[in-house]
């Protein structure tokens, strides 16, 4: 394949830790060929799924099951998470060998297919991942706060944006990141703190980091680019997402958190639903999430254009740290000479203006519609094929599942 480059930059291809493409169950969200064709798009070389689909990826068949489904249709290479509940601690080892390339775990949850285990499944699995070395992922948020506070909440009535920010509040993140990373010194276990949404988790974090636990963290672009006062311009219910996208004075310590390095890592949690779940009149009703795949590189390169970011600091988020963190290195690893082609070219200078309708997501109700980027990938090689070029899917799916050191 003859490539004119000229003039381009080229940089590894992102890794996001942190995707729902939603098959199976929810296809009319999202499903493989969609989100991965968004990742393809956004220069995202390599998805983490997580496990809250329907069945949940909780057994040996749901994981295998998901694998086949990926190899099937994907465009780019693919890891599947498991869940941990209070069911399954048998299973976990077993879904290792089966292909699953991390866990997760919802320390906090509304959602019926992938119940809160308790604390005793909590430090119970991680002793387990950590006789593997196996990071775990973790929804952070105090479960009896939220799920107490919910429930006062809908019994008075409430049904507004200010009353999920209510139920959410910063506390429940700050204490179950307290929490887990006492568990993970305990277990002996790394994990990963999933989309850290509130400034006053950073000295938690970094408390935790400086104690030598074994913990990274992650944020996505909403947390460092938004604020809930973007509700007067895309809806108040809109913006819901979990955890919230909080007051604007978590903003600024957010993306300097990130852009510095004590947030190790940008996932996106691209979280796809259409845009009628998105806009009803009860916040209870609206389906929490926003698609982020496709837009990510191209807001944090805008990032890069007015001198706010480094190239070098982006690769290190969105590639290098987690190839690192979750074992893709070196096989699937950007370090180290011998890695995968998995190649982005960008175009720096382009301007561009991001467009819901222009998106390869399924679940396009995008909060990032009709911003200005600055910079764009342009070109995205998995393996050393070209799969997208100038935002178009120009090779068959040829995706492949990954899997860290276990
Ligand atoms: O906003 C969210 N959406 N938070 C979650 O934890 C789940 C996700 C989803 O699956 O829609
Ligand atoms: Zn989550
Ligand atoms: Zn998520």
Redesign the pocket.
């Known amino acids: 394949e003859e490539i004119g480059l000229d003039g381009a930059t080229v940089i590894p291809g992102a890794i996001d830790v942190h995707v729902?493409l939603r098959d199976p169950g929810f296809p009319h969200k999202e499903d493989w060929a969609t989100g991965t064709a968004a990742a393809a798009c956004g220069g995202v070389t390599t998805v983490f799924d997580?496990p809250?689909t329907n069945p949940p990826t909780s057994s040996v068949a749901a994981v295998r099951d998901k694998i086949a489904r990926a190899e099937e249709v994907a465009h780019v290479d693919f890891g599947v998470y498991g869940n941990v509940c209070d069911t399954n601690l048998d299973a976990l080892e077993p879904m290792i060998a089966a292909g699953a390339v991390a866990f997760k775990i919802y320390m906090g949850s509304e959602?019926t297919l992938v119940p809160a285990p308790s604390d005793d499944t909590i430090l119970s699995a991680l002793e387990i991942f950590g006789r593997h070395g196996l990071r775990t992922t973790v929804?952070a948020e105090n479960q009896s706060i939220l799920a107490g506070r919910g429930r006062r909440l809908k019994a008075a009535g409430r049904s507004d944006a200010a009353a999920h920010l209510e139920q959410h509040i910063d506390l429940a993140e700050v204490e179950a990141i307290g929490r887990v990373a006492l568990f993970s010194r305990a277990a002996g276990a790394p994990v990963h703190i999933a989309h850290v949404s509130s400034a006053q988790s950073l000295p938690v974090l970094a408390a935790a980091k400086r104690d030598g636990t074994d913990l990274s963290c992650e944020t996505c672009p909403h947390y460092v680019t938004l604020s809930v006062a973007d509700g007067a311009r895309l809806g108040d219910n809109f913006m819901r997402?979990?955890p919230p996208v909080r007051g604007p004075e978590h903003r600024a310590p957010l993306r300097r958190a990130l852009f510095g390095g004590a947030i190790d890592v940008l996932s996106t949690?691209h979280?796809p639903?259409r845009p009628e779940e998105k806009t009803r009149p009860s916040i209870w009703d609206c389906?929490?999430?926003f698609p982020g795949v496709e837009t990510s590189m191209r807001l944090m390169l805008t990032a890069v254009a007015s001198g706010e970011l480094t190239l070098g600091r982006y690769v290190e988020m969105a590639a290098e740290a987690p190839a690192r963190l979750f074992g893709l290195a070196p096989r699937k690893g950007h370090i180290d000479v011998g890695s995968d082609a998995d190649i982005v070219v960008l175009d720096l200078a382009r301007h561009n203006r991001i467009d819901a309708a222009l998106l390869h997501s399924r679940g396009n109700a995008t909060p990032f519609h009709g911003i200005e980027t600055i910079g764009l990938p342009v070109r995205t090689m998995v393996r050393g094929r070209t799969v997208m070029c100038e935002g178009r899917i120009v090779s068959a799916a040829s995706g492949a599942c990954v899997r860290g050191r276990d």
């Open positions: 729902h997580m809250n959602n929804h997402v979990k949690d979280a639903h389906a929490p999430g």
